[in-house]
């Protein structure tokens, strides 16, 4: 079964500053998606990024982009220039090629302090 | 375009209870998901459904809990006879298609409280 592991259940950023949140995951399929998303407060669960696993290439929206390390199964979230409105619980989730179900990982709490 | 819209946003059921939640996926999306969100914990897939049909109910407690979706309306969660341990946050989530190629897209949640 897959898994998703993020191995930081809390950080903290100043804000305009960079920060780096982990992912980890467990699969034996070569084909996959893996996605960051984030849930403020409202709990409103809002997709940030996605990848796919057979794109080499590390995908970037604006100020969040990936490191994406297939071989290490390694899934990392960037945030450059750190806003207060980006404070929030943030999810790693993975999904089989060929399969609708997300697997999620247990969150990481982000606090941006002014 | 609407979004997912998920209601009630809060529900109090006492226990033995029925509890009934309910999701309108966004307009043409045709595929809609369950997941439930434990306290300090990620979100875990309940059930997959398309119109008038469960695809996949793997993720459902065996006793008490079902879904539907029918060809007009909602999906609808109900859960019978609600415990303690149901409280949780309930997510709805629907697609265009059964492959999450651009990811779900969600609605709010409904937080049920069992008291």
């Known amino acids: 079964a897959q898994t998703v592991t993020q191995s930081q259940p809390e950080m903290s950023v100043q804000e305009a500053e960079t920060v780096t949140l982990s992912c980890t995951y467990d699969t034996s399929e070569s084909d996959y998606y893996l996605f960051w998303y984030k849930q403020p407060p409202s709990r409103q669960m809002i997709l940030v990024i996605r990848?796919?696993?057979?794109?080499?290439q590390n995908a970037t929206e604006n100020r969040f982009s990936v490191n994406f390390q297939k071989a290490a199964k390694s899934f990392s979230l960037k945030i450059s220039d750190s806003q207060l409105g980006d404070a929030a619980m943030y999810f790693c989730a993975y999904s089989g090629g060929s399969n609708y179900k997300l697997t999620f990982g247990k969150g990481t709490l982000l606090t941006v302090n002014p | 375009n609407a979004g997912v819209m998920q209601n009630p946003r809060h529900l109090v059921r006492r226990r033995g209870q029925e509890a009934r939640l309910r999701c309108s996926p966004m307009k043409g999306h045709s595929h809609v998901y369950w997941y439930r969100q434990l306290p300090e914990e990620g979100l875990k897939f309940m059930v997959y459904l398309q119109k008038e049909n469960i695809i996949d109910e793997s993720g459902m407690p065996k006793e008490r809990f079902s879904a539907e979706f029918p060809k007009e309306g909602p999906s609808i969660l109900r859960i019978q006879q609600v415990v303690r341990g149901d409280s949780a946050a309930y997510f709805c989530a629907s697609s265009p298609e059964g492959i999450p190629y651009s990811g779900y897209t969600f609605g709010s949640g409904t937080r049920l409280t069992v008291v």
């Open positions: 990848q796919e696993a057979y794109k080499q």
